[in-house]
């Protein structure tokens, strides 16, 4: 258990509230873009605190399991429309900041944003929540 760390829905929930405090501090946004699966939950959160309508969903995997994949073994996502310095992209972890680093690469000029962020994908992700230890996070939806 102490290689775990376990997030509940009240936790989580007001971690996405206060993430939400950062992104009105950081600028207007018109558009947001989640990061299946991980980031459908805090998207769907921050879509009705920040009254975004326009929403895209994009599927990406930069891991097997608990296995890392090279970045060119990476499939690119597919087309989510116009993403500029207007739209959020949101993930709930930046752990390696792999899955970001793809996707900077293809939507340069996005708002990355996660709910939490590991010492190793802090320099991936614009604006988080909270910073979390080098741990596996157990979320809310993930309890057995």
Not at 71 to 78: F, W
Request: glycine share 8%.
């Amino acid at each position: 258990m102490g290689d775990k760390v376990y997030v509940g829905w009240d936790e989580f929930h007001q971690d996405v509230k206060s993430l939400c405090d950062k992104i009105r501090q950081s600028g207007k946004y018109n558009k947001i873009v989640a990061v299946s699966r991980g980031g459908l939950v805090p998207a769907g959160i921050i879509a009705y605190e920040l009254n975004i309508r326009n929403m895209a969903v994009i599927n990406i995997a930069t891991y097997i399991g608990a296995e890392h994949l090279k970045l060119d073994e990476v499939d690119m996502p597919e087309y989510v429309g116009a993403v500029d310095e207007k739209t959020l992209i949101v993930d709930d972890l930046s752990d390696s900041g792999q899955t970001l680093q793809v996707l900077r690469r293809q939507f340069p000029k996005g708002r990355y944003v996660t709910v939490y962020a590991k010492p190793k994908g802090l320099d991936e992700v614009d604006l988080f929540a909270r910073a979390m230890p080098e741990k596996w996070i157990v979320f809310p939806w993930d309890v057995e």
